[in-house]
């Protein structure tokens, strides 16, 4: 449905986009996960013909956004970043602006987007007038006013109340089934909240493409144990953890007083805290608090994108 | 379910730009200023009230530097704006070209300017009460004026395109205008040899001759010619600035 092969954009000395290839397909709804600029917004930009790339080919659908740029804007909908539609504008007059253009001549139309977004009672509204939440709706329904086969939404929850986040979220949970869906956003739990897949970017560059189960399965396979323990310092305690079956990476994460916690990485099929607490009681630490957690997509994040552990 | 038509897409932005002038305060100051200078002009100035002579040759006269400020001001935020706030991004993620953005914004302000004119109709009125009008420069300076608010319609709309921000644009819109207006007084100045070429470039040696009721197409090309620069030039900018 989407594909993308190295995609680069400069902005003067700056590289937004290096090198990106991925490819989407029909139904998938993809979360694009990066920290704030990643160069997200950039790639949306050229995904949408707004942006020309510096170099790489984009082809949405049948059509190269670089040598037919109007048919691929037929067949998506786009919902940018701020959602800078007209203020000077009522509601309906906008989105029956936008239908005109789009050459939607349904009459119909415009009140079935209106329900099916929750904004029939503001059809005549100034656009100015309205709270984020209800904007962020005119801009979904913007988006989707001609029944798009593809659409792509910039941080569509950015600015939301908790409870607008979820309405948003399962409305474009309720949306994905039928049309394949690229959102960006800097949160995680709105990636494995709403989406199949997960590419996350840093710094312009991919480091991370795969569906949202896989990346929490295979990294959830991973155990990680944080103890706090008294009666020993750091190296002895790492040293005879080190020794354990199945140890990938032992590392202290705090400590007050004699206390030292640490964080101990592990890729076991077996549990491994009993095996900490008889090493702790054969060396006679004293065991404080042990927890075992899976690691989760918000580590999984910051290990991708800064490169270690915090 | 979806319609076609070549010239829809533009008809469509002009027509929303038209909404939005009306729906705003801009649209009834420009005309009130627009209309206490030409009436100034024209109850003022004009030999009428003094020599009883019938005609408006003051009004067509203060034509180009009364439209050099007005329409700049009418034009200035049709693309600046949305620079300004975005919403840039909106209308060139829809299916439309650079140039239907042009033209239906060049459109949008020619059809404005030419409804301003629609007031100036009851000096021809009131003139011809009470003399008798010759009809051919009247007709002759209503098309000249026409012309010359789309002429200026498409300098503004360039200079708007150069911008975010909108009294820059105005300002740029109103040197260009000025500047075209002016060079008639300037051609005094220059050797005899080339004066003619100069006075080619000059505005308002163009609209003298239709306002006087001679339609000429080389008039007419002139206009047109700096339409097309102008809307070119704003298609031009567009792409460019991405």
């Not at chain 1, 790489?56 to 190269?64: C, L, P, Y």
């Not at chain 1, 323990?229 to 953890?241: H, K, M, N, T, Y």
Request: proline content about 4%; some cysteine; overall charge negative.
């Amino acid at each position: 449905m989407i594909s993308v092969r190295e995609l680069t954009r400069h902005y003067g000395d700056l590289v937004a986009v290096n090198n990106l290839t991925f490819t989407i397909r029909k139904g998938e709804i993809t979360g694009l996960l990066g920290p704030n600029g990643a160069g997200k917004t950039t790639t949306l930009r050229m995904l949408t013909c707004y942006l020309t790339p510096t170099s790489g080919i984009v082809s949405i659908g049948d059509f190269r956004v670089d040598e037919d740029p109007i048919a691929v804007r037929e067949i998506i909908g786009y919902l940018p970043e701020s959602v800078p539609i007209y203020g000077d504008m009522v509601v309906y007059d906008y989105l029956k602006y936008v239908a005109d253009i789009r050459g939607v001549t349904d009459p119909g139309r415009i009140r079935e987007i209106a329900e099916l977004c929750g904004i029939s009672e503001i059809m005549h509204k100034n656009v100015e007038e309205l709270s984020k939440g209800y904007r962020q709706r005119v801009g979904l329904a913007h988006a989707m006013i001609h029944d798009p086969e593809i659409l792509i939404l910039d941080e569509p929850t950015s600015g939301l109340d908790p409870n607008q986040i979820v309405e948003i979220r399962n409305l474009i949970r309720e949306i994905g089934k039928t049309k394949t869906i690229i959102l960006s956003t800097h949160i995680l739990s709105e990636v494995e909240a709403t989406c199949d897949r997960v590419i996350i970017i840093n710094e312009g560059r991919i480091v991370k493409d795969s569906t949202v189960d896989a990346i929490t399965s295979s990294h959830g396979s991973e155990i990680v144990i944080h103890a706090t323990i008294g009666g020993a310092d750091f190296p002895s305690i790492e040293a005879a953890i080190r020794k354990l079956n199945g140890v990938t990476h032992v590392s202290q994460t705090g400590g007050e007083g004699d206390l030292v916690t640490v964080e101990v990485q592990t890729n076991a099929a077996s549990d491994l805290r009993p095996m900490i607490f008889h090493t702790a009681a054969e060396n006679g630490w004293v065991l404080y608090e042990m927890a075992r957690d899976a690691m989760t997509l918000e580590r999984i994040f910051r290990d991708l994108t800064i490169g270690g552990g915090a | 379910m979806k319609s076609r038509g070549y010239f829809r897409k533009m008809l469509v932005i002009m027509n929303k730009e038209l909404t939005v002038y009306f729906t705003t305060p801009i649209a009834y100051i420009v005309f009130a200023a627009f209309l206490l200078t030409t009436g100034f002009y024209f109850f003022v100035l004009s030999p009428f009230f003094f020599f009883g002579q019938a005609e408006l040759r003051e009004f067509f006269d203060a034509l180009p530097v009364i439209f050099s400020i007005t329409v700049p001001a009418v034009t200035m935020r049709l693309i600046s704006e949305e620079r300004h706030t975005g919403s840039l991004e909106i209308l060139m993620t829809l299916p439309v070209t650079s140039l239907d953005v042009a033209m239906g914004k060049f459109l949008a302000a020619t059809v404005f300017v030419s409804l301003m004119l629609v007031p100036t109709l009851m000096y021809v009125v009131t003139v011809s009460i009470v003399g008798s009008l010759d009809p051919g420069p009247v007709a002759g300076g209503y098309v000249g004026a026409v012309l010359l608010g789309a002429t200026f319609s498409s300098i503004g709309v360039f200079a708007s395109s150069i911008s975010k921000n909108q009294i820059i644009a105005f300002m740029i819109g109103v040197g260009i205008c000025i500047t075209l207006t002016m060079i008639d007084y300037f051609l005094f100045f220059l050797p005899a040899g080339i004066v003619k070429a100069f006075q080619y470039f000059g505005l308002g040696y163009h609209f003298k001759n239709i306002s006087k009721g001679i339609i000429d197409t080389r008039d007419i090309i002139y206009f047109l010619s700096i339409i097309a620069v102008a809307v070119l030039g704003t298609v031009k900018i567009i792409e460019e600035r991405r």
